[in-house]
């Protein structure tokens, strides 16, 4: 024997309807319908400011993970080892896939307005911002390589590319 509870019924049920509503609820449904017929232009407008306040949050994200990155860099040790080297590596590819994925990325945020959401023209100040914060990630993967020893930044480095004089 099961039993199963139908709650679309209790809506239209005549003994539920004569109850009084509880002490301090007020009936939004009826409120609600009625100003979104008088604002729908309001609603539509502040949705795209609310949109545009998350393309910032989003544009801003790569660099609220920077700390975290580089304390990921600073446990995995200054040595060469197979740990440290994929750590290095995921933070110099993570801004590379970033990059190239913004437009996706950012097409939930374009306005209502915008004709294609995946257009570079849309948000630009936002995907910007996105790519600073990611040129940012870059840069401190390129220094972790470089205190690594892995770029060749002495002269040193360069020995076997220079051409020897000949002999006089």
């Given at each position: 024997?099961?039993?199963?509870?139908?709650?679309?019924?209790?809506?239209?049920?005549?003994?539920?309807?004569?109850?009084?509503?509880?002490?301090?609820f007020a009936n939004q449904a009826s409120k609600?319908?009625?100003?979104?017929?008088?604002?729908?232009?309001?609603?539509?407008?502040?949705?795209?400011?609310?949109?545009?306040?998350?393309?910032?949050?989003?544009?801003?994200?790569?660099?609220?993970?920077?700390?975290?990155?580089?304390?990921?860099?600073?446990?995995?040790?200054?040595?060469?080892q197979i740990f440290s080297m994929g750590i290095?590596?995921?933070?110099?590819?993570?801004?590379?896939?970033?990059?190239?994925?913004?437009?996706?990325?950012?097409?939930?945020?374009?306005?209502?307005?915008?004709?294609?959401?995946?257009?570079?023209?849309?948000?630009?100040?936002?995907?910007?911002?996105?790519?600073?914060?990611?040129?940012?990630?870059?840069?401190?993967?390129?220094?972790?390589?470089?205190?690594?020893?892995?770029?060749?930044?002495?002269?040193?480095?360069?020995?076997?590319?220079?051409?020897?004089?000949?002999?006089?």
């Amino acid at each position: 024997m099961s039993r199963i509870l139908e709650y679309s019924s209790l809506e239209t049920a005549v003994k539920w309807s004569k109850l009084p509503s509880p002490p301090g609820f007020a009936n939004q449904a009826s409120k609600t319908s009625s100003k979104k017929s008088s604002s729908g232009s309001k609603t539509k407008d502040s949705f795209d400011e609310i949109k545009e306040k998350r393309a910032w949050d989003f544009a801003t994200s790569p660099a609220k993970q920077l700390p975290m990155q580089a304390f990921m860099l600073y446990m995995s040790g200054g040595g060469v080892q197979i740990f440290s080297m994929g750590i290095v590596f995921m933070l110099l590819m993570s801004p590379f896939k970033a990059v190239f994925a913004m437009n996706e990325a950012f097409a939930q945020f374009a306005p209502s307005s915008a004709k294609n959401p995946k257009a570079t023209s849309t948000l630009i100040l936002q995907k910007l911002l996105y790519v600073v914060c990611n040129l940012l990630t870059l840069g401190v993967g390129l220094w972790k390589c470089r205190s690594m020893g892995l770029l060749p930044t002495g002269s040193g480095d360069w020995l076997a590319f220079e051409t020897r004089g000949a002999g006089t």
